[in-house]
């Protein structure tokens, strides 16, 4: 806040005292290089007190501290939050495709997918648990180097291929003490990790629900809810996405998801803003378990989805006309 005083000056006329001279008649004159004039009718200036502009609107209020994401079933409950409010920001004819449409989890925690698809007919979206620690782990690692400089995102991309490559090597999950203990529980962390999740969540989803109401899988029609796939055939559907997946489809699902995740982030407003930059922190994980080329058949993101560097200038062109159009 800028303060703003007004200044007043006042200068007194002071004549300096002499000692008294005897037997003179006159008294010398008072000397008049010593006398200050008082001020003139015109005073000297104030400073402006202008009231200063309201911040623009660019400023961001600070936003209320979030509570940490703990356990599968929060994750899962987070996911189909945002998921909800994807669906709310498509055009009534998009919406009435999908919103019926079943989000089905798979317990196992050492895959990483996350899909959409059909199985008799019926729609259906899919992610697996070790989806969601994969993004978890990303979010953590990235809160924290945010915060306090660190680079913890980093070590965290380089340990993980060789867990995935096992199967039995801890997958995904960000490996205990990877956060240091004096930064594991501060809240402002743990906020930012939250809408990190969400942000990279909020992508990958408005991607897959792309799939769907553009008609990629053709499946897609309103319908009535259903159940869903047994969770443990999911990995086995996943294989079926393979045969409409191709360029165009994909590069079409990239930037209805990214105006989707866009135009939800901005509805959400002032809490945190979705935006692309959650479909460029997943394109960055999995771009990195690409240039190890054995994980290539391992992690079924991977082999369900096109190269992950090939996507971000998709989304980045995306985003740029999805601004341009907000002007």
């Known amino acids: 806040m800028i303060r703003s005083a007004a200044l007043a000056l006042s200068l ?46 660019t400023a961001e209020a600070p936003r209320p501290l979030l509570s940490p994401l703990v356990g599968a079933e929060a994750r899962r409950a987070e996911v189909r939050a945002v998921l909800a409010e994807l669906v709310a920001q498509l055009t009534p004819a998009q919406s009435a495709k999908v919103k019926t449409i079943p989000l089905v989890f798979d317990t196992d925690p050492n895959e990483v997918n996350a899909f959409a698809g059909c199985q008799k007919g019926a729609p259906y979206l899919a992610a697996t648990e070790g989806f969601l620690l994969a993004v978890d782990a990303v979010a953590q690692t990235r809160a924290t180097d945010e915060l306090f400089g660190s680079k913890t995102y980093d070590a965290y991309t380089a ?81 079926t996405v393979v045969p409409w997946l191709n360029q165009p489809t994909e590069i079409a699902a990239d930037t209805a998801g990214c105006f989707n995740t866009l135009n939800a982030g901005k509805a959400r407003r002032p809490a945190y803003a979705w935006s692309e930059q959650g479909g460029l922190w997943l394109f960055d994980f999995f771009g990195r378990l690409e240039s190890n080329a054995p994980l290539l058949v391992m992690v079924g993101f991977l082999s369900t989805h096109p190269d992950s560097r090939l996507r971000a200038p998709i989304i980045k062109a995306a985003a740029s006309a999805w601004r341009a159009e907000q002007k």
Not at 22 to 43: E, I, K, V
Not at 189 to 196: F, K, N, T, V, Y
Request: glycine content about 8%; aromatic content about 4%; proline content about 17%.
């Open 12 to 57: 007194l006329a002071c004549t300096p005292r002499t000692k008294p001279v005897p037997m003179a008649a006159t008294p010398s004159p008072a000397p008049t290089t010593t006398t200050t004039a008082a001020p003139t009718s015109t005073p000297s200036p104030s400073p402006t007190t202008t009231t200063p502009p309201a911040p623009t609107a």
């Open 159 to 239: 340990a993980v291929p060789a867990r995935l490559a096992k199967k039995t090597g801890g997958g995904p999950a960000l490996p205990a003490g990877s956060i240091p203990a004096a930064q594991a529980d501060d809240p402002r962390r743990l906020s930012r990790a939250r809408e990190i999740f969400d942000d990279v969540v909020a992508f990958a989803f408005g991607h897959e629900l792309a799939h769907h109401y553009l008609g990629h899988t053709g499946c897609a029609q309103g319908q009535a809810a259903t159940p869903g796939p047994n969770p443990a055939v999911l990995g086995q559907l996943a294989t």
